[in-house]
C-alpha cells in the first residue's frame, strides 16, 4: 500500500442520494460509506432499495438527488475516473456461458483498455484469488453455480477497483457455495486494497462484517457493527424490531 488507508478518500461514498420511480420513493437521502479493507453488508428485504442503490452507484440511473464518489471521484463529474475504479457483481449474469473463463475475462480486460499481454497476468492473479486456477481453459457452460459466481467476481476484480459492489452473489447458490463466495469475497478486503459493499437479505451473510448498514423502504435504517446490532446475541430479533419485517436467516 503506497498510501496510509486512513489518509484515503472512501473507496464508496454515498451522500443524500434519492430516486424515484414515478410515484414510488425507492431511495429517501440515503447516504454510507465503504472504506478499502472493510467488508461492509446492506442488509434489507426484498424492495428495500438495494439494487436501486446499486444502479444508482454503477450509474446506471442517474438519480439526480444527492452525491456518490468513488475512491474520491465524484460519479457525475468524473464518471470515467469513478468507474474505472469500481467493480460490479450484478445479479444477472455477466459471462458468455459459450466461451471459456480466460476468453470472457480477455474480453473484459479489453474493454477496460488493458493490452493482451499485460491481461495474461492479470487473469492468472483474479483466478487465483478466487481459487479457480484450473478453470481457464473450462467454457463457462460446465461450470457450477458456485464456480460461475466466482468467475464473475474475477471478471469484477480484473480492472483492479478499489471498490467491488456485490448484489445479493449468493442468490441460487447451495450452502457450501455461498460460505465459499462470501468468504473469499471477505478474503479479499483484508488486504487493505478494496472495500466491498455486499446486498443481500440474508442475515446468515452479515454476521462476520465490518459493518452493516439495514435499509428499509428506502431509508437506511441503522448501521454499526454486526455486534452492536445484536447485542443481545439474537440477530433476526434484533432485524425484525428494527424493520417489522419478515427475514430469512
Ligand atoms: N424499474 C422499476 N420501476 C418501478 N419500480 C421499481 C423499479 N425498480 C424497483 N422498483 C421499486 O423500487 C423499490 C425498491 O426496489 P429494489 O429492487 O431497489 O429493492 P431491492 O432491495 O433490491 O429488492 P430485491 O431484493 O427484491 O432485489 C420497490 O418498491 C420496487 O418495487
Known amino acids: 500500500m503506497t498510501q496510509d488507508v486512513a489518509l484515503r478518500p472512501p473507496a464508496l461514498l454515498v451522500e443524500g442520494v434519492s430516486h424515484a420511480f414515478g410515484l414510488t420513493r425507492a431511495l429517501d437521502g440515503v447516504s454510507l460509506q465503504v472504506m478499502a479493507g472493510q467488508f461492509v453488508a446492506l442488509l434489507g428485504i426484498n424492495g428495500a432499495g438495494k439494487s436501486t442503490l446499486i444502479n444508482v452507484a454503477t450509474r446506471l440511473y442517474d438519480s439526480g438527488a444527492g452525491r456518490v464518489a468513488i475512491a474520491g471521484h465524484d460519479l457525475r463529474r468524473a464518471p470515467s475516473a469513478a468507474l474505472a ?3 460490479v457483481v450484478f445479479q444477472s449474469r455477466a459471462l ?3 466461451l471459456t473463463v480466460a ?3 480477455h474480453y473484459h480486460a479489453a474493454l477496460h483498455g488493458i493490452g493482451r499481454a499485460e491481461a495474461r497476468g492479470r487473469i492468472a ?3 487465483a484469488l478466487v481459487d479457480l486456477q484450473d478453470k481457464a481453459r473450462a467454457r ?3 461450470l457450477s453455480g458456485g464456480q460461475v459466481r466466482r468467475a464473475e467476481i474475477a471478471r469484477a476484480l480484473i480492472h ?4 467491488m459492489i456485490l448484489d445479493e452473489p449468493t442468490t441460487g447458490l447451495d450452502v457450501r457455495s455461498r460460505a465459499e463466495v462470501l468468504a473469499l469475497t471477505q478474503r479479499l478486503t483484508r488486504t487493505g486494497a478494496v472495500g466491498v459493499l ?3 437479505h440474508l442475515l446468515a451473510e452479515v454476521t462476520e462484517a465490518d459493518a452493516i448498514i439495514v435499509l428499509h423502504q428506502g431509508r437506511v435504517l441503522w448501521s454499526g457493527p454486526p455486534q452492536d446490532l445484536a447485542r443481545e446475541g439474537d440477530l ?5 424490531s428494527l424493520t417489522g419485517a419478515q427475514a430469512a436467516a
Open 125 to 127: 492473479e483474479v483466478l
Open 140 to 142: 463457462v457452460a460446465t
Open 160 to 163: 483492479r477497483p478499489e471498490v
Open 198 to 200: 455486499w446486498a443481500t
Open 96 to 98: 458468455d456461458a459459450d
Open 85 to 87: 475504479r469500481l467493480g
Open 236 to 240: 433476526t430479533a434484533a432485524f425484525l
Open 103 to 105: 476468453q470472457n475475462l
